[in-house]
């Protein structure tokens, strides 16, 4: 069972990326992904989750409006595309997978709700 990030990089501020959450060894289809991220020096805090089916997402406050999470089943992947994006955007991006039913609204962001993680995939903002 492996999740694996990929897609980041250096990009300057306003500029986009699109990070992929690739799975492996389970079917994603039973899992809804939630996306994280964890600046230097700062605990690590959720950026956005979707549900199994791509139908229902959440999204950190201080991303709204900028990214957009969304899902391939058939691809067994997991997308955040990452547009307008801000030196304070500087982070390694985690994806993790929890299986069941999608959690609600307040109950995303708990890391401790999550059953697997990947590595994380270094984005950094700056010109």
């Known amino acids: 069972v492996q999740l694996q990030a990929s897609g980041g990089g250096l990009v300057q501020p306003g500029g986009s990326l699109r990070l992929s959450c690739a799975a492996s060894?389970?079917?994603?289809?039973?899992?809804?992904i939630g996306w994280f991220r964890q600046a230097p020096g700062k605990e690590r805090e959720g950026v956005s989750y979707?549900?199994?089916?791509?139908?229902?997402?959440f999204y950190a406050g201080s991303v709204k409006g900028r990214f957009t999470i969304s899902r391939d089943n058939g691809r067994n992947t997991v997308y955040l595309q990452m547009n307008n994006l801000k030196p304070e955007d500087t982070a390694d991006y985690y994806c993790?997978?929890?299986?069941?039913?999608?959690?609600?609204?307040?109950?995303?962001?708990?890391?401790?709700?999550?059953?697997?993680w990947g590595q994380g995939t270094l984005v950094t903002v700056s010109s």
């Open positions: 993790a997978a929890r299986r069941g039913y999608r959690l609600i609204a307040s109950a995303w962001m708990n890391e401790k709700l999550y059953d697997y």
């Open positions: 060894g389970f079917t994603l289809d039973e899992y809804t």
């Open positions: 979707i549900g199994r089916s791509g139908g229902s997402t």
